[in-house]
């Protein structure tokens, strides 16, 4: 028997089986720099209209990236006065994102809306919130989830999904990205140690890369990682995506 409080291992390889990325017929591409604050993401840019990217950090290079391809994006978090460099493309909102709109916070769903009035394009979504991402994803509406093409999300406290309570959260999270997206790319941040149990590895920080289901054409499980673009992001001893979370050959 498990304790009341553990996740059981079923359920949990159900879900990384549902999460195990695909190989599709958009290729990977990185954007931004090679350590932290570069990831890969499907070439699929053609026709987003904006990339939406809350948490500021002390690097803008994806988000420089992204705009040197023509689109706009908005930035936003509470805790700085502006990106970490300049852009004529960069628009920055002094707050957090949340489950709620006030002065301190907003909802994803409340800055589009105010970001780009009568808009209904296509946008691309690039979040790394400590945290906090899970609120922030389930608050989104399923209007708006179905404008985010491309998803580049950073999970952090993953290792804890061997409890159950926060194993419902995370699992409800992946859950309602995975009704119209898929996943093709998942990238342990090597900032911490995998945390192993039950014959299952978990990072405790994993980079995600998901692709809305409508512009796949081809798919198969995806069997290399890391990938050749994946670049570690602390100086710390390469940490590749364990085998429980993908399908080997």
């Known amino acids: 028997t498990f304790p009341t409080s553990a996740t059981r291992p079923a359920e949990l390889r159900a879900l990384l089986?549902?999460?195990a990325p695909l190989a599709t017929d958009k290729p990977l591409l990185r954007l931004g720099p090679r350590g932290d604050g570069g990831y890969l993401v499907p070439d699929d840019l053609g026709g987003i209209e904006a990339l939406f990217s809350p948490g500021v950090d002390r690097v803008s290079g994806f988000e420089a990236a992204c705009a040197e391809r023509?689109?706009?994006v908005f930035m936003a978090d509470h805790s700085v006065d502006g990106p970490a460099q300049p852009h004529p493309r960069f628009h920055f909102t002094k707050k957090f994102v949340g489950v709620t709109s006030d002065e301190q916070f907003m909802t994803i769903d409340d800055w589009v809306a105010n970001s780009l009035p009568g808009s209904d394009g296509d946008l691309m979504l690039q979040i790394d919130i400590e945290g906090f991402e899970y609120e922030a994803i389930l608050a989104l509406s399923d209007r708006l989830l179905r404008r985010f093409r491309i998803i580049v999300a950073e999970f952090h406290h993953l290792d804890e999904m061997f409890g159950k309570?926060?194993?419902r959260l995370a699992a409800r999270t992946f859950e309602k990205l995975l009704q119209t997206h898929a996943c093709?790319?998942?990238h342990p941040n090597n900032c911490c140690r995998l945390v192993r149990c039950r014959g299952l590895a978990i990072p405790r920080v994993a980079e995600f890369t998901f692709l809305r289901?409508?512009?796949i054409a081809q798919a198969r499980p995806a069997t290399q990682f890391p990938h050749p673009l994946?670049?570690?992001n602390h100086p710390n001893p390469s940490l590749p995506l364990p085998a429980c979370w993908y399908r080997p050959v």
């Open 17 to 19: 089986a549902r999460l």
């Open 70 to 72: 023509g689109l706009d």
């Open 165 to 167: 309570h926060f194993f």
């Open 184 to 186: 093709v790319h998942i």
């Open 213 to 215: 289901r409508d512009r």
């Open 230 to 232: 994946d670049a570690d």
